[in-house]
């Protein structure tokens, strides 16, 4: 999700809930899933969707089957 939706959903929640306690933007969001210890890590995919590039892939330039770069 894009931070201007994100923005959007949150004023959308916090408009149909008007006590609601969340956190005003993606970035205030993220500090706090962090602090909670739901950290992610970022996997790049293949832009045709044919793989993923993890694990002993990770280092890989190139898609394994459909030969698109990185």
Request: charged letters at 30%; hydrophobic letters at 35%.
């Amino acid at each position: 999700m894009i931070d201007v939706t994100f923005g959007d959903m949150v004023h959308l929640l916090k408009n149909a809930f008007p006590g609601i306690n969340i956190p005003e933007s993606f970035h205030e969001t993220k500090k706090l899933v962090r602090a909670l210890g739901y950290d992610y890590n970022k996997i790049d995919v293949c832009q045709n969707d044919c793989m993923l590039f993890c694990k002993q892939d990770e280092e890989l330039d190139a898609c394994k089957v459909c030969n698109e770069p990185r």
